[in-house]
């Protein structure tokens, strides 16, 4: 089986990458909170983004196998790529401080976590339809974090400069 086809692959290393970037925005969170240092938040919002977008890669990948069974509920569900799937479209308070938003991600990337697990325990049991069902709800909740974290680097870049380092002086 190819990893085009083989959707559990995907859900384990989407889980993997939504684990890691919610890591990296609780240090963002933690390194704005407790030392001031900017420069150090910025970079680790700039690595939580990273993750977040091979996780939302992997996440397309398996709605993209899923696609081929029959009575798949949502053949094609967001198989576009990140920058045009509206993720400045979420409803939700955009005046957050930066550190919330970076709290707010991370909360966002665990509960994709917990579902990119369990669409990988529906696809190992074949339960399609169900695996399809939490790869939605797993993507709804990477694109509310990738809206965070977007906000978060609005705040950062209106206060304290478009440098990742930039520091108030």
């Given at each position: ?51 977040a977008l091979r996780a939302f890669e992997h996440g397309q990948a398996a709605v993209t ?105």
């Open positions: 089986m190819t990893d085009r086809h083989d959707p559990g692959h995907h859900h384990l290393a989407a889980a993997t990458h939504h684990q890691q970037a919610a890591h990296f925005h609780r240090e963002a969170s933690r390194h704005y909170r407790n030392g001031k240092d900017y420069a150090h938040a910025a970079h680790q919002a700039l690595i939580a983004h990273g993750h196998a899923y696609a081929e069974h029959e009575g798949s509920p949502l053949p094609g569900y967001l198989v576009r790529s990140a920058e045009s799937s509206g993720t400045t479209a979420v409803a939700a308070p955009v005046d957050l401080a930066q550190p919330e938003h970076h709290t707010v991600a991370a909360t966002h990337h665990d509960a994709a976590q917990l579902h990119h697990e369990r669409a990988g325990t529906h696809s190992g049991e074949e339960h399609y339809i169900r695996a399809c069902h939490e790869t939605k709800k797993a993507i709804d909740h990477g694109k509310h974090a990738l809206f965070h974290g977007e906000q978060a680097t609005l705040h950062h870049m209106e206060h304290y400069g478009s440098h990742p380092s930039a520091e108030l002086a």
